[in-house]
């Protein structure tokens, strides 16, 4: 197997560069268990409840089990053992493909990991290897940030993409309910959601959505009009001092989170505002404490 370049180090450390696979002849052998690849029974595989991905593509996934049917699975499947069988780390998608199709076992590697760390690289996989929606994608970044104290430049690093890319992503999260179900159903992008941001009023934003889908506008035009509305007075027009406030607020979050490693929230509201430190465990708060200049008093 080739080397797995441009992985998140949780990922590339699932795929050996070679793996072996098991016959009654290599009993005797002392071999790494977790670059042995088994066959099991397709049935005794479960998909993780945690996985990012919530909508699979039949048309693709019928694609991709066609060419199962000619090649067979190339690439094993990264499972997780269980009381009563395995849960998927990586590879849902082959597993749903050979369930469609039939196939009654399947390739996989075993790796027996805390589940925290299955959760990132399950997150961290789908984000590189699979065409997640926009909003599929934003919640994975919510779910880096919130369970592992990860800062936009770091899962940037981590998967490939500018910190810029990860925030403009994570903005969408902003969006009405309704209009996400939208993007998340591809009835409108991401280009059209961001410029929709602007609008701010949920009921402004849920209109203007609709009206983009049923006069199948495109990003350009949706753009154009929000610039007229601008101009008209309609919108309140984007403060270039807003702006630059916020870029200024993000940098100092970033050296703050840089400085204590973890994650900092700041916000600001006029002249006041807060910031939040993050902490995963007491011995983690102690460690800040400490960087804080806090003394214990004995």
Known sequence: MGKNTGLGKGLRALFPD???????????????????????????????????????????????GVSIKEHGILQPLVVKPETKGYTIIAGERRWRAANMIGLKEIPVIVKDLPAKEVLEIAII??????????????????????????????????????????????????????????????????????AILILEEPEKMEAFANEIIEKGMSVREVENRIKKMQ??????????????????????????????????????RGKKGKIEFFYSSLEELDRLLEELGYQKSI
Request: charged content about 30%; aromatic content about 4%.
């Open 231 to 268: 101009a008209e007075g309609l919108v309140k027009p984007l403060q270039k001092k807003n702006e630059d406030s916020q870029g200024h607020i993000t940098e100092i979050q970033e050296a703050l989170e840089k400085r204590y490693e973890t994650k900092v929230n700041l916000s600001s």
């Open 18 to 64: 070679e793996a072996v696979i098991t016959s009654k002849e290599d009993e005797a052998l002392e071999v790494d268990v977790e670059k042995l690849v088994f066959y099991v029974k397709t049935n005794n595989v479960r998909p993780n409840p945690d996985q990012p991905r919530k909508t699979f593509d039949r048309a693709k996934l019928e694609e991709l």
């Open 125 to 194: 996989e789908n984000v590189q290897r699979e065409n997640l929606n926009s909003i599929e994608e934003a919640q994975a970044f919510e779910a880096l940030m919130e369970n592992f104290n990860l800062t936009q430049g770091e899962i940037g690093i981590r998967i490939g993409k500018s910190r810029t890319a990860i925030a403009n992503t994570l903005r969408l999260l902003k969006l009405p309910k309704t209009i996400q179900d939208q993007l998340a159903q591809g009835k409108i992008t991401s280009g059209h959601a961001r």
